[in-house]
């Protein structure tokens, strides 16, 4: 195609990436890693779909209080937040690809122990190693596929982690609905026991897929990473365009023709330049960046979502649903809801750009909130059933899930996931998994002895204020990254970008050929 050599051309001068010879085409072999890559993220959600449905009749067959409840939804995060700090020195020592292994064997492990559960220390410990397992799996899988796609279509593929969760919420609600027909002390511990096979296939599976090409880069294996950018671009002039931006961003000379090069130690990552860089002396482009990605991760659980996933079956209680069966299929509702809207925004996201999309996801958020407080305390407050305000209950719920899928969901992972430089990216992933999980944790560990004390309906009318706060920070803090190649994202959070207003809110693509 002339135009596009035309273009690639251009971009060789002007020292920008190249996004495509056709932008509107992905990769299909890129397409491929990142569909396996997020495999890994369809066993943790059905891990965390099928546990909000496990605890009914785990509590009932092991006999335990509220508050174990709480620590047993809540501990996976705990130990997901020390799984996320590890994750980022690990995948920029071992690659991205051995670190999703690891965390499928940790999954394995932690499956193994909940499916055998006799007794609560013994699931207590099989989901604290699981646990440790989430914190790999959230933070490698949207790293993994945002470092092999190109920037016309990394909205999509990075995006493809957080659709896998939802798929495994939706199966683990469905598991919920059909295995607990089994009796009540296998039922439960079937439910738990199911990840071990996928986690299995997936450890074999993924060592068929390519290495990272930036990850091989960061190493000074520009001749495995050349092969691996031919694989999954269009044309050899993309190919080649992206691999100089990449030796540019790790220091390589950009004429190197070598297949190895030998690089220091500090700049293969995970090292203490690394942290210093980060946390200690950051740039104000980085600082901006650590700011935007924390709290992105932050707002994506303080807003309330894992009330409604993990404790959907209480919420639909309190608004008058009694029947078991009634109570998990309500639930499934809210997984499809998830499923159906994760799917469109995956398609949205590289069109409308994040900015776009975030803002009305958490607006219609706020509104969804509300609601179900309104609801909730009206239901609470009569001493006789009232049908239309559990009709309102369960519309808001499934109304929130469908703006919030749209949105904060999906985009927490790919923005968290393409913002950071190269050396910085692994561990500046993993600052914000830890952010997301230690969050995750305190609302699911809390969120029982909040709604005692403030009533259930409060705490709902506390989540639209916290929405609120939380879309105001967007605003605010979050530029546009569509289109941006992940060399150019320190372009977007200079002071340079900031100071333009037309710049920094909507930055536009590369022109197409």
Same mark, same amino acid.
């Given at each position: ?170 199966? /683990?609600?469905? @598991?919920?609905?059909? *295995?607990?027909?089994? !009796?009540?002390? +296998? =039922? ?5 026991? $199911? ?124 608004? /008058?649903?009694? @029947?078991?069966?009634? *109570?998990?299929?309500? !639930?499934?509702? +809210? =997984? ?5 809207? $994760? ?139 569509? =289109? ?30």
């Amino acid at each position: 195609m002339e135009d596009g050599k035309e273009f690639s051309s251009s971009n060789l001068e002007d020292g920008k990436e190249l996004s495509s010879s056709n932008p509107q085409k992905i990769n299909k072999y890129a397409c491929a890693c990142a569909i396996v890559a997020s495999v890994i993220s369809i066993i943790f959600g059905y891990d965390t779909g099928v546990m909000s449905g496990a605890m009914i009749f785990i509590k009932e067959d092991l006999k335990i209080s509220d508050t174990e409840v709480e620590v047993i939804a809540g501990i996976l995060n705990l130990c997901a937040l020390v799984g996320s700090l590890c994750a980022g020195r690990t995948s920029d020592y071992i690659g991205r690809r051995y670190t999703i292994v690891l965390a499928a064997i940790l999954f394995l492990i932690g499956s193994v122990l909940m499916g055998y559960g006799p007794s609560y220390a013994v699931l207590f410990t099989g989901r604290c190693v699981a646990g440790i397992g989430v914190g790999f799996a959230l933070m490698i899988a949207p790293v993994y596929s945002t470092e092999i796609s190109s920037p016309s279509s990394r909205g999509f593929l990075a995006s493809l982690p957080e659709l896998c969760i939802s798929l495994g919420i939706l199966s /683990g609600y469905v @598991s919920n609905y059909f *295995l607990s027909k089994l !009796t009540l002390k +296998v =039922g439960w511990r079937v439910m738990l026991g $199911i990840p071990t096979v996928p986690s299995i296939c997936l450890a074999f599976g993924i060592l068929r897929m390519p290495e990272s090409p930036r990850w091989l880069v960061m190493q000074g294996r520009l001749g495995d990473s050349e092969k691996v950018m031919l694989k999954i671009t269009n044309t050899e002039e993309e190919a080649l365009l992206r691999l100089r931006d990449m030796k540019i961003a790790a220091g390589i000379d950009e004429n190197c023709k070598d297949d190895i090069v030998k690089l220091p130690e500090e700049t293969k990552g995970g090292g203490k330049g690394v942290w210093k860089d980060l946390i200690l002396r950051p740039s104000p482009p980085v600082r901006w960046m650590l700011l935007a990605a924390t709290g992105i991760h932050f707002f994506q659980h303080a807003t309330g979502i894992e009330a409604v996933i993990l404790y959907g079956p209480r919420i639909f209680k309190k608004a /008058g649903v009694t @029947s078991k069966n009634k *109570l998990l299929l309500v !639930t499934v509702g +809210v =997984g499809v809801t998830k499923t159906i809207f $994760i799917f469109i925004a995956t398609l949205l996201l590289d069109k409308f750009g994040r900015r776009k999309l975030l803002l009305t996801s958490v607006g219609g958020m706020i509104v969804a909130h509300s609601a179900l407080g309104l609801g909730l305390t009206i239901v609470r407050n009569s001493h006789e059933k009232v049908t239309w305000a559990l009709v309102l209950c369960i519309a808001a719920t499934y109304i929130y899930m469908m703006f919030y899928s749209l949105g904060l969901a999906p985009i927490t992972w790919v923005y968290s996931s393409e913002i950071f430089p190269l050396k910085l990216r692994a561990q500046g992933a993993s600052i914000g998994v830890a952010v997301n999980r230690l969050t995750n944790a305190a609302v699911s560990m809390s969120f029982i002895s909040i709604y005692k004390a403030i009533t259930i309906g409060g705490t709902f009318f506390m989540f639209a204020a916290i929405s609120l706060v939380a879309w105001i920070f967007f605003f605010f803090c979050l530029p546009e990254t569509k =289109g941006r190649s992940l060399e150019e994202m320190e372009q977007v959070f200079s002071k340079r970008s900031s100071s333009s207003k037309p710049q920094n809110s909507s930055v536009q693509a590369p022109p197409e050929s």
